[in-house]
């Protein structure tokens, strides 16, 4: 299957490439109303300079690459001004067959000159853009009731990823979904869903960031629709930043804005949690979080001791707030809670 995808992919790349030779060809013959049999000679000029350009910057680079495309282009845009003013522009008004023959000249002038400067044998171009792997993913799930079959959900996903050689990763995935209610659904504070059958779609593009830098995390964007409204998501998740090889924050926001018939709303969350290492076997770790959709803010402190193998002591504080109370200051919900254990060998 891997071979037949690549196959696949190889296919696709060299029929592109005789598609816009072509297109090239059409659109000097629609201008100048004469073949240019010089027109691929050029596309090898491109070739090669990319491929001398290549040896010249970083490999696998993004600035690299963007810098050999646009030079190899600008090298072909003018070797074609030198072409058409020295070779084509002085026939003009000549009959069809003397212009045939010239292009014919200039192709062979250039064949013959790349193949004494840059040889016959062939050259193996280097990977420009900082690429490790693809990978394809395609699924479905079925969920049917168990008396009558009837669909309750269904999900189908396609998926694709690109790994860096750097770790980070982009993937793209395409969601169609159904979902059926039975019961009215609150989505949010005063929103109720209908029961009714619901399809939707919508699309992600994910970039994670490698956890071998300082600063991690996936950035995400989603678009679609949502049962029969319209969604917008945005977030930051699993990000870490390494303060010092002892403190380390990880942020998290998300933005949601969603727009239905019954009602439009947003929600937002934003979370921290701060870790400080004292040892291997000794740490503190400290939680907030505030969640717009029930206007509550909470807050857990964790405290982790190992003072003999297989043995901890746990310390954890959690309160809770709610925002539209008068007297935030106050909190809803407190406690304490302390585990110690003791491993005994015998």
Request: proline share 4%; net charge neutral; glycine share 8%.
């Amino acid at each position: 299957m891997t071979e037949l995808l690549q196959q696949l992919i190889n296919g696709l790349a060299l029929g592109a490439i005789y598609a816009l030779i072509a297109l090239g060809y059409t659109m000097v013959y629609g201008v100048l109303r004469f073949i240019n049999f010089a027109h691929s000679d050029v596309f090898m000029v491109g070739a090669f300079s990319g491929y001398f350009l290549s040896r010249q910057v970083p490999h696998e680079s993004v600035a690299g690459a963007v810098f050999v495309l646009l030079g190899a282009m600008i090298i072909c845009a003018v070797l074609g001004v030198v072409i058409e003013k020295l070779a084509y522009r002085p026939l003009r008004g000549r009959s069809t067959l003397t212009a045939l023959i010239t292009a014919i000249g200039v192709s062979l002038l250039l064949q013959n000159l790349g193949q004494r400067l840059f040889g016959a044998n062939p050259r193996s171009f280097p990977a420009l853009f900082p690429q490790r792997q693809f990978t394809f993913e395609g699924g479905m799930d079925y969920i049917a009731t168990a008396d009558s079959g009837r669909l309750e959900s269904r999900q189908q996903l396609f998926s694709f990823e690109s790994e860096f050689e750097n770790s980070d990763r982009l993937e793209f995935d395409v969601l169609d979904l159904h979902e059926r209610l039975d019961e009215p659904f609150e989505v949010a504070r005063d929103v109720t869903l209908s029961p009714g059958s619901y399809d939707f779609r919508h699309t992600e593009l994910v970039y994670n960031f490698g956890r071998q830098r300082k600063a991690s995390g996936s950035a995400l964007w989603r678009q679609g629709t949502f049962y029969n409204g319209d969604i917008t998501v945005l977030e930051f998740t699993s990000a870490r930043v390494e303060v010092t090889p002892r403190l380390s924050v990880e942020p998290t926001v998300s933005f949601n804005h969603v727009s239905l018939p019954e009602g439009t709303f947003t929600s937002k969350l934003a979370r921290t949690r701060v870790s400080y290492t004292f040892t291997p076997r000794m740490f503190v770790s400290g939680l907030v979080q505030y969640n717009s959709s029930n206007d509550r803010v909470s807050a857990n402190v964790r405290f982790r001791w190992e003072y003999h193998p297989g043995s901890e002591l746990f310390i954890v504080y959690s309160e809770d707030r709610d925002t539209r109370l008068v007297g935030f200051a106050q909190p809803r919900n407190r406690g304490i809670a302390i585990k110690l254990n003791r491993l005994f060998r015998y």
